[in-house]
Structure formats: C-alpha cells, structure tokens
Nanobody, 125 residues
Framework: VQLQASGGGLVQAGGSLRLSCAAS????????MGWFRQAPGKEREFVAA????????RYADSVKGRFSISRDNAENTVYLEMNILKPEDTAVYYC???????????????????WGKGTLVTVSS
C-alpha cells in the first residue's frame, strides 16, 4: 500500500493550498481516509476525515469552516482544500487510511491502518 501526499509548500497567512493524496495497492473505495498533521515539537493530530463513500466527514475544531476534505474514488485520491491559512497551520501533513466506515472509529495515530509520507505546509505571517 502506498499513500503519496503532495501539494504542500510555502504560503502567506490568509492564503490557500490544496493537498492531494494518491493511493495505490488497496481497494480505495473500501477505506475511509484522513488527514493528520504534526507541527515541530508537537504530537501528530487529527485534521479531517471522509467516509469511504464520501457520505460523512469529520473535522478538528481548529480547521472547521476553513478546510474541506473530499475524495475521488475513480482516481483513488483524497484532497484537503485549506483556506484562510494561519501560521499555526504550519506542519507536516499526512494522509492515512482506515478500512470501513467512520462510525465508531477512533481517528488517531493508532487507529489508522496505513500512513503515507507527509508533505510540508509552511504558513508565513
């Protein structure tokens, strides 16, 4: 299984970025997908998740109203649209997969089945 995140970069506060995560080696439509991030010196934290059929989404309170997660099961890709970026959004962003629906899932570092390598997002003030 490979999860390849891309789209990170340097952006000014208030700007936008769109992250992508291309999945291979798994039946993508059977997995719910999530985005997590880890800032320097901090633990990895949940950002957003989307159910395998795109029916349900979850967001961390810190990104609600600014970030939007979506997926394209035909392209085996999950996206994270990030708007009104703040310096505190600076982190390495990781995508991850968990088999099945979101219901009852604990979306943390131990609760996901597969992880990709991250992509760095830097927001300057």
């Amino acid at each position: 299984v490979q999860l390849q995140a891309s789209g990170g970069g340097l952006v000014q506060a208030g700007g936008s970025l769109r992250l992508s995560c291309a999945a291979s080696g798994l039946t993508f439509s059977s997995y719910s997908m999530g985005w997590f991030r880890q800032a320097p010196g901090k633990e990895r934290e949940f950002v957003a998740a989307i159910a395998r059929n795109s029916g349900k989404t979850r967001y961390a309170d810190s990104v609600k109203g600014r970030f939007s997660i979506s997926r394209d099961n035909a392209e085996n890709t999950v996206y994270l649209e990030m708007n009104i970026l703040k310096p505190e959004d600076t982190a390495v962003y990781y995508c991850a997969a968990v088999w099945g629906t979101l219901q009852g899932k604990v979306l943390d570092q131990d609760g996901m089945d597969y992880w990709g390598k991250g992509t760095l997002v830097t927001v300057s003030s």
